[in-house]
């Protein structure tokens, strides 16, 4: 009987002791993480004017981890291969993205500096990153959903 009660015991111990890991989101309120590009919107000053949503089979996925940023984008009509690596910085309100390395199509497109300087909206699983013209003002923005 003392047999069973201390194997109870130690059974209990050794339950009590471990932790318990989920695979919850921790911290909702980061970009860390994977995410997968749901609608682009067009702007009038502060005003969403069209939401369009992705064509289909067409799927971009962005990862930032570490200050590292990372996106791919395939669209099945398109034989174009669309990349990028590269650092980036948040705050509440702002992200930054240099890339360091981009596919020859991004090349042809990027600014000088491989700079781009967006809004930052965070919300739980979902963010948008919104593009600014010289005066301030929002042009477009990609909309992306927390796939983890």
């Known amino acids: 009987m003392k047999k069973i009660l201390g194997i109870v015991l130690l059974m209990l111990f050794l339950v009590s002791a471990t932790e318990n890991?989920?695979?919850k989101i921790q911290n909702p309120n980061t970009l860390e993480g994977t995410?997968?590009?749901?609608s682009f919107n067009n702007y009038d000053g502060?005003?969403?004017v069209k939401t369009i949503p992705?064509?289909?089979g067409y799927r971009q996925i962005k990862m930032f981890y570490n200050g590292k940023v990372m996106w791919t984008r395939y669209v099945p009509t398109d034989s174009i291969e669309w990349f990028g690596y590269g650092s980036y910085k948040a705050t509440d309100s702002t992200l930054t993205e240099k890339l360091e390395y981009?596919?020859?199509s991004m090349r042809k497109v990027a600014n000088e500096n491989m700079e781009w300087h967006m809004e930052l909206k965070l919300e739980g699983d979902k963010y948008s990153q919104i593009f600014i013209d010289a005066d301030g003002n929002r042009i477009n923005s990609e909309n992306y959903k927390r796939l983890n």
Do not use: G, I, R, Y
Request: glycine residues 0%.
């Open 102 to 104: 981009m596919s020859a």
């Open 46 to 48: 502060n005003d969403v």
């Open 54 to 56: 992705p064509t289909d």
């Open 21 to 23: 890991t989920s695979s």
């Open 35 to 38: 995410w997968e590009l749901v």
